[in-house]
């Protein structure tokens, strides 16, 4: 990988797609590091491990410290399969879900599609962004001569449709969006209603309380980059208490458990209580997480 100055930028500019981000354009007086450094200006530390396992993968860099460096950091933990399916946003009747190739993976959606989402596109290592969800967007619906900003505001909507009037996740989920407006589009997305895996037999058809995977549908998803993984989960009544309002550990002891098996998965749980949700000071709760958990994923 010993590029000139001028092949570097080529790579950079015209093949890995990076904007620019000074005023001006790229001149012959930064070196090759500085180079690399403008055009990655502000970058966090997942988009930077997204561009290199993309430079690994395009330009087959097998040797050298690139790939040793890539190794140490998966070690430091996160989900180590790639994501494969992402379904979410369902504003209607659940998905029913089918392998249409059990080898691969493939899934097929052969009911009830009309309600859901499903970013087809190839999920970025360094991370889903609320750019990547918006390009998206603009394709599927046919909105090429909207803006950014334009679009934005239609998938929000649209986003917003999946929460059926759910006052709690509908605070969490605007409080969120308030960052785009702050921050940028360039920034992960929160993913609402994300189908974390399909069972096709209801509670009463296989006859006990809880199916063998209990959490089908996580409320928000965040993907930072390929490896860090949030779940965000609001808990209501009926997480801990039955239908009548009474205390049912049951129930609780299944949620705990599904918690257990996603942090050992490698995924972040978080879950806020109903009750911080109400009250003049939620929106400052939720925003005051946002700020910490974005810090702590640089």
């Not at 909105?143 to 986003?159: K, Y």
């Not at 449709?161 to 920034?187: H, P, T, W």
């Amino acid at each position: 990988m010993a590029y000139t100055r001028v092949e570097l930028e080529v790579v950079l500019a015209d093949e890995l797609k990076l904007p620019w981000t000074q005023e001006g354009s790229p001149s012959d007086s930064y070196s090759k590091r500085a180079l690399i450094q403008e055009y990655t200006d502000e970058w966090t530390l997942p988009q930077l491990i997204g561009l290199a396992r993309r430079i690994v993968a395009e330009y087959d860099a097998r040797g050298g410290e690139l790939p040793e460096l890539l190794a140490e950091y998966d070690k430091s933990g996160g989900v180590g399969a790639p994501v494969k399916n992402l379904i979410f946003a369902a504003n209607g009747r659940k998905p029913e879900l089918v392998l249409r190739d059990a080898v691969s993976n493939d899934i097929e959606i052969v009911k009830n599609a009309e309600y859901c989402l499903v970013y087809d596109q190839p999920l970025p290592t360094g991370g889903l962004t609320f750019r990547h969800l918006i390009e998206w967007w603009r394709a599927r619906e046919g909105l090429e001569d909207r803006d950014d900003r334009a679009v934005g505001l239609l998938l929000h909507q649209r986003l917003s449709a999946s929460l059926a009037g759910n006052d709690a996740e509908q605070l969490i989920f605007n409080v969120y969006s308030q960052r785009y407006g702050k921050l940028g589009f360039d920034i992960p997305a929160l993913i609402p209603q994300v189908y974390l895996h399909y069972d096709p037999y209801t509670l009463r058809q296989r006859g006990t309380e809880s199916g063998p995977l209990a959490r089908q549908r996580m409320d928000f998803l965040l993907l930072f980059s390929d490896r860090q993984r949030v779940v965000i989960e609001l808990d209501g009544k009926q997480h801990y208490s039955d239908d009548r309002g009474r205390a049912d550990p049951s129930r609780y002891a299944t949620m705990v458990a599904e918690d257990r098996r996603l942090r050992l998965a490698g995924y972040e749980v978080y879950r806020f209580g109903g009750q911080e949700l109400v009250g003049s000071g939620a929106k400052a709760t939720v925003a005051a997480f946002f700020d910490a958990l974005q810090e702590r994923m640089r």
